[in-house]
Protein backbone atom coordinates (compact mmCIF):
# COMPACT_ATOMS: atom_id res chain seq x y z
CA UNK A 1 0.00 0.00 0.00
CA UNK A 2 1.53 3.33 -0.78
CA UNK A 3 1.53 6.22 1.35
CA UNK A 4 -0.36 9.27 0.52
CA UNK A 5 1.99 12.65 0.99
CA UNK A 6 0.22 15.95 1.82
CA UNK A 7 0.29 18.17 -0.56
CA UNK A 8 2.47 20.92 1.59
CA UNK A 9 3.08 22.95 -1.73
CA UNK A 10 -0.78 23.98 -1.85
CA UNK A 11 -1.44 23.64 1.47
CA UNK A 12 1.21 26.64 2.29
CA UNK A 13 0.25 28.48 -0.68
CA UNK A 14 -3.74 28.15 0.37
CA UNK A 15 -2.63 28.98 4.13
CA UNK A 16 0.08 32.50 2.35
CA UNK A 17 -2.93 33.66 0.01
CA UNK A 18 -5.42 33.62 2.91
CA UNK A 19 -3.63 34.74 6.04
CA UNK A 20 -0.50 36.38 5.02
CA UNK A 21 -1.21 37.99 1.55
CA UNK A 22 1.14 40.48 2.16
CA UNK A 23 4.15 38.08 2.53
CA UNK A 24 3.66 36.26 -0.74
CA UNK A 25 6.61 37.61 -2.64
CA UNK A 26 8.27 37.06 -0.39
CA UNK A 27 7.86 33.01 0.32
CA UNK A 28 7.10 32.88 -3.70
CA UNK A 29 10.78 31.47 -4.80
CA UNK A 30 10.38 28.75 -1.57
CA UNK A 31 6.96 27.64 -3.26
CA UNK A 32 8.06 27.47 -6.86
CA UNK A 33 10.62 25.30 -6.53
CA UNK A 34 10.98 22.16 -8.70
CA UNK A 35 11.82 19.76 -5.55
CA UNK A 36 9.74 21.24 -2.62
CA UNK A 37 11.48 19.21 0.47
CA UNK A 38 10.69 18.97 3.99
CA UNK A 39 13.17 20.84 4.40
CA UNK A 40 11.38 23.74 3.02
CA UNK A 41 8.10 22.74 5.05
CA UNK A 42 10.31 23.72 7.82
CA UNK A 43 11.57 26.51 6.89
CA UNK A 44 8.32 27.94 5.89
CA UNK A 45 7.02 27.01 8.68
CA UNK A 46 9.48 28.92 10.76
CA UNK A 47 9.13 31.72 9.25
CA UNK A 48 5.61 32.25 9.13
CA UNK A 49 4.73 31.00 12.62
CA UNK A 50 8.16 32.04 14.44
CA UNK A 51 6.41 32.45 17.83
CA UNK A 52 8.90 31.22 20.90
CA UNK A 53 5.91 29.42 23.23
CA UNK A 54 7.61 26.43 24.46
CA UNK A 55 4.20 24.50 24.60
CA UNK A 56 3.87 25.33 20.32
CA UNK A 57 7.30 24.27 20.30
CA UNK A 58 7.49 21.36 22.10
CA UNK A 59 3.86 20.10 20.24
CA UNK A 60 5.40 21.24 16.59
CA UNK A 61 8.65 19.07 17.57
CA UNK A 62 6.84 16.07 18.56
CA UNK A 63 4.55 15.49 15.31
CA UNK A 64 7.48 16.05 12.93
CA UNK A 65 7.93 13.28 10.76
CA UNK A 66 11.04 13.42 7.64
CA UNK A 67 11.39 11.07 4.71
CA UNK A 68 14.59 9.66 2.98
CA UNK A 69 15.06 12.28 1.20
CA UNK A 70 15.17 14.84 3.44
CA UNK A 71 17.11 13.01 6.31
CA UNK A 72 19.78 12.56 3.51
CA UNK A 73 19.84 16.00 3.20
CA UNK A 74 19.94 16.99 7.24
CA UNK A 75 22.91 14.41 6.90
CA UNK A 76 24.74 16.11 4.16
CA UNK A 77 24.36 19.65 5.97
CA UNK A 78 25.85 18.06 8.36
CA UNK A 79 28.92 16.95 6.47
CA UNK A 80 28.76 20.09 4.46
CA UNK A 81 29.14 22.10 7.11
CA UNK A 82 31.62 20.30 9.77
CA UNK A 83 29.16 19.87 12.05
CA UNK A 84 29.42 17.36 15.21
CA UNK A 85 25.85 15.86 15.75
CA UNK A 86 24.89 18.36 18.85
CA UNK A 87 25.53 21.14 16.10
CA UNK A 88 23.28 19.59 13.75
CA UNK A 89 20.46 18.46 16.42
CA UNK A 90 20.40 21.80 17.92
CA UNK A 91 20.15 23.53 13.94
CA UNK A 92 17.37 21.38 13.28
CA UNK A 93 15.88 21.23 16.70
CA UNK A 94 16.29 17.66 16.72
CA UNK A 95 17.42 15.01 18.97
CA UNK A 96 21.30 14.21 19.32
CA UNK A 97 19.82 10.54 19.36
CA UNK A 98 17.63 10.73 16.56
CA UNK A 99 20.69 11.88 14.68
CA UNK A 100 22.30 9.13 15.64
CA UNK A 101 19.47 6.39 14.67
CA UNK A 102 19.76 7.92 11.69
CA UNK A 103 23.57 7.67 10.62
CA UNK A 104 22.83 3.74 11.85
CA UNK A 105 19.95 2.91 9.57
CA UNK A 106 21.79 5.04 6.84
CA UNK A 107 25.06 3.45 7.30
CA UNK A 108 26.66 6.80 7.00
CA UNK A 109 29.80 7.86 10.08
Known amino acids: MEKIKPD ?5 TDLIN ?6 KQEYLPILC ?5 MLDVIKLNQRLFNKK ?3 ILNFNQQHRS ?3 KTILEIL ?3 KKQK ?3 TQLANHFKLSRNT ?3 WKKIYNIT
Do not use: G
Open 18 to 23: EKFPEK
Open 76 to 78: DYQ
Open 66 to 68: YDR
Open 8 to 12: YRSIY
Open 83 to 85: LNN
Open 99 to 101: IAK
Open 53 to 55: DKE
Open 33 to 37: KENFT
